[in-house]
Antibody, heavy 120, light 107 residues
Framework: QVQLQESGPGLVKPSETLSLTCTVSGYSISSGYYWGWIRQPPGRGLEWIGNIYADGSTRYNPSLTSRVTISVDTSKNQFSLRLNSVTAADTGLYYC?????????????WGQGTLVTVSS | DIQMTQSPSSMAASVGDRVTITCRASQGLSSGLAWYQQKPGKAPKLLIYAASTLQSGVPSRFSGSGSGTDFSLTINSLQPEDFATYYCQQAYNFPLTFGAGTKVEIK
């Protein structure tokens, strides 16, 4: 059973860096698929942040690319998100997910989500 | 970016109803479209991918159709556990983008 669990601070100050980790269980992160982050502002829809692939390559949403980094730690079966220079607009639920490609890019397993609030 | 327009934004339906939600893309997606179900306080759940392929474990009352720019999700014989918000996602091009959601409520 594949499971993902997000962890990290729930409160981040404006202009600082948001850092989250996703711990994967039930599947080896280096065995394939890709791994990604999606966020959801309070009461709103979903926004794709970016993906990291088995070869270590990444794709980011152009709206965030100057501020975002996704990395992987295969020894811990984890991948991480860093988002710099946060503002209140970055407040929301952050989900990590496993992705696969089949006539497109889809997310089949998701974490439960972690709420991050940007506030001083 | 590809814009995804879902309709309706909300709807009220009864148990046993047949429900159809539509999603229109601002440019052609071939078959690169997914449907997700989200319940309050929960992560989205993949229902359909590649426009019409049912994800493993999803009940057969859910079906997807369409290609190009126009897609639909149909729920046959709506069940109590189906009251939720449904999102389409274009999977064809980066950045991946989602529709604004359709909330299916109890009539």
């Amino acid at each position: 059973q594949v499971q993902l669990q997000e962890s990290g601070p729930g409160l981040v100050k404006p202009s600082e860096t948001l850092s989250l980790t996703c711990t994967v269980s039930g599947y080896s992160i280096s065995s394939g698929y890709y791994w990604g982050w999606i966020r959801q502002p309070p009461g709103r829809g979903l926004e794709w942040i970016g993906n990291i692939y088995a070869d270590g390559s990444t794709r980011y949403n152009p709206s965030l690319t100057s501020r975002v980094t996704i990395s992987v730690d295969t020894s811990k079966n984890q991948f991480s998100l860093r988002l710099n220079s946060v503002t209140a607009a970055d407040t929301g639920l952050y989900y990590c997910a496993r992705g696969f490609a089949y006539s497109g890019s889809y997310s089949d397993y998701w974490g439960q989500g972690t709420l991050v609030t940007v506030s001083s | 970016d590809i814009q995804m327009t879902q309709s309706p934004s909300s709807m009220a339906a009864s148990v046993g109803d047949r429900v159809t939600i539509t999603c229109r893309a601002s440019q052609g997606l071939s078959s690169g479209l997914a449907w997700y179900q989200q319940k309050p306080g929960k992560a989205p759940k993949l229902l359909i991918y590649a426009a019409s392929t049912l994800q493993s474990g999803v009940p057969s009352r859910f079906s997807g159709s369409g290609s190009g720019t126009d897609f639909s999700l149909t729920i046959n014989s709506l069940q109590p556990e189906d009251f939720a918000t449904y999102y389409c996602q274009q999977a064809y091009n980066f950045p991946l983008t989602f529709g604004a959601g359709t909330k299916v409520e109890i009539k």
